[in-house]
């Protein structure tokens, strides 16, 4: 029986650890997609800024908003944060393109994968930072 500060393979406080670390990048990834989705001035100039036609952003708001979800759904997590690899892996090459500061994307994409691994004990499994 599992006592009361553990939670499925693992402490209460990691668990409730990675929610928090997950929760700032995921609020931002959110809040990205639906700026996406209004199709704001702000948005047209950002994406003329970063070479791309503004007609995209409504599906690229649609795929960062499902990703993101995706990943804060426990059963998906995983594949949540791996789509979400990619998706901020597509940012991270624009930005260099550009040649514009890719650092925040590679952060976002830490943080996303510390919180999982935090939260989830099959991560901490597979990936033991010691023996």
Known sequence: MQSETEVA??????????WVMSALP?????????????????????????????????GLGIVELACTIIYLIPQTAV????????????????????GEPYFMTVIFGAVLWGGLYLRDPRIRALLPLRS
């Open 9 to 18: 393979g693992g402490s209460k406080k990691l668990y409730w650890a990675g």
């Open 26 to 58: 995921s609020a931002m990834l959110i809040f990205s997609g639906v700026m996406k989705l209004t199709q704001s001035e702000q948005i047209v100039e950002g994406f003329t800024h970063l070479g791309y036609d503004p007609k995209i952003a409504m």
């Open 79 to 98: 594949l949540g944060a791996i789509l979400l690899t990619g998706y901020l892996g597509g940012a991270t090459a624009t930005h260099l393109r550009i």
